[in-house]
């Protein structure tokens, strides 16, 4: 089996432009495994495909590369970048997507992707198709980069903060950027710990771990988030933070 | 090409979980092959999971794995179990979800899969991650099961009924749980046989023998689920039912 | 790696007939790469399946099997069929879906399936399962399709008209069917051309080349597809037209 490509974006589920950058690649890169992780990511929502692609990129065999589309600046002087970290490569705009992801698996170096060198004719609109498609399938199929990008600085990338945010799953559970427990306090009253979702009393709130070892606000058979104010103000072991939730779903 | 695992989650699109699971099983066996069944099963509902599980489970390869994530029951002491049939293995929680198209196929053997020997730290609230990718990903790799899981006898595990509902496609045909064409009678009133679609007069209601052989109420460019009360008190052949329909779309 | 089959359905992300199709394909043809161009175009909108087939199968690699189900008149006497052409081949039904992919990349040579050569038992309203599928693999394993179709005239099969439509994509933006840039005149009003969606100012419509070569109908942080009136009447290069706007979003 050859490299597995991931695919991130906010295409939706009817354009054509999932079926264009998945035949780019397969063309470039015939042994290479195309992987969806998402294309329903919220128009161009860079926090929420910062944070998708941060919680599920560790989970992929090393060597895979990541591409993400969440471009709201194409046609503008944004950069296109490639990351290579410890164990996987980032392909997408620089703005800030890839970021939190590729930071925490340890930056190794960061490239300017070239447009030219990577079509003939770059549009201004679907950079996707002519640029971070076929440098990802490029890197992919192990072709050097420095034939299609120029090395930067990493301390020239956009960065973001995802810990400004909380996030909501479909389920309504909001998860608050803390590892492990906290005291709870949200106007006033305290939201008392639990183990599992199964001890919850039905139709209340309790703060547990997640499976990602967070912080997160749940209630049983009820939705944290529709329960909780947005944005949140809470009170987190005597201080005092507000949140943005971002519905995941 | 190694061996297929197909998904079938209640998962969503947007959410980090589905690219999770996938990365899961690609870095436990990459030689195994992922197929979509679907990940957009309403949360929670095991009933239209096993529903779209035992309509699609037959047509895949033999040996093919299907593992199923509906898990409302995640973190509370239902089990994890691993089901192997005459021709596949199904992977999934304990619920009832795989249990009708396990038994269509014949169960040859069930196992509860032992978590610890699955994760080094099996999370309370994500199971999918820690325990049944992991499994299915060991299955499709064909290592012995007795690795990770013990035999458990098939009266012990979860069944559900899919006899007593009716489930709606997204067009809005109302299939029953009868093979074959009898006679239907609705509020008094006979709704008469068709043999297609093309044949039922606009705006009228007529039952048909789907693609499944099973009794179809169908309306031609109309749709049957919002002409029928939900649930659906039924005459068929001369005999009263009351079926809440589900609907798939 | 095997040949690619794409799919292209109107069947939803919930429905396990998406599941069946996948699961036939990989029986006949274990080798095959499935790739999906998407399952979510609208119910029976012949159109908006054709206008994404049309934008996205030449990306593909070259012999890619593109299979098409979108299909209101199944059941009735429309027949199926599989078209070569210089470097693809395209099977659905002959509703016109597949036509205008087709015939831009040169027809070379179209074939009406014969059901009973690839299912035992043809169901009268899935013929997704039991002829696209099976024509599909079967093309893709190599086999020589006069084994289960015989030729029939280019001038037979059924033809529509993608220029009589304009389609806006998730984002709002409206694609007329004009290659290049054009004078545009709506309500009496000169819409200005921009080179980029970046330098439209904010709340104003402009039109611009997008990345397939035409001419587009776009706002800064804003839906040319909300702004603008549906049927839209508007004036290019002084000539009066209508155009019906698809959403494929």
New interface residues.
């Given amino acids: 089996?050859?490299r597995?490509v991931?695919l991130?974006t906010d295409?939706?589920?009817?354009?054509?432009?999932?079926?264009?950058?998945?035949?780019?690649i397969?063309?470039i890169c015939?042994?290479c495994?195309?992987?969806?992780?998402?294309?329903?990511?919220?128009?161009f929502d860079i926090i929420?495909g910062a944070?998708?692609?941060r919680?599920?990129?560790?989970?992929?065999?090393k060597g895979?590369v990541h591409l993400v589309v969440i471009d709201p600046?194409?046609?503008?002087k944004r950069k296109c970048i490639a990351i290579r970290t410890k164990d996987y490569w980032f392909v997408g705009p620089d703005n800030g997507v890839l970021w939190p992801a590729a930071k925490e698996n340890e930056i190794v170096k960061v490239y300017e992707l070239i447009p030219e060198k990577l079509s003939k004719n770059v549009?201004?609109?679907?950079h996707a198709?002519?640029v971070f498609a076929p440098a990802a399938a490029r890197i992919a199929k192990n072709e050097n980069i420095k034939n299609f990008g120029k090395e930067m600085k990493e301390n020239e990338i956009t960065k973001i903060k995802l810990e400004e945010y909380a996030f909501s799953?479909?389920?309504g559970n909001v998860e608050l950027p803390f590892q492990g427990m906290y005291e709870v306090v949200y106007k006033g009253k305290r939201i008392p710990p639990a183990?599992?979702?199964?001890e919850i009393p039905e139709g209340e709130i309790r703060a547990?771990i997640?499976?990602r070892g967070r912080l997160e606000l749940a209630m049983n058979k009820g939705s944290a988030y529709s329960y909780l104010e947005n944005p949140l103000r809470i009170n987190i072991d005597g201080k005092e933070y507000v949140f943005k939730i971002k519905f995941?779903?």
């Fill in positions: 089996m050859g597995i991931t991130l295409f939706g589920e009817v354009s054509p432009f999932t079926g264009i950058i998945k035949g780019v397969k063309t015939d042994e495994e195309l992987v969806t992780i998402s294309n329903d990511i919220p128009s929420i944070y998708v692609l919680e599920s990129y560790k989970y992929f065999p895979t600046g194409v046609g503008t549009s201004y609109t679907f198709r002519d799953d479909k389920f183990k599992t979702f199964g547990i997640n499976s995941v779903g």
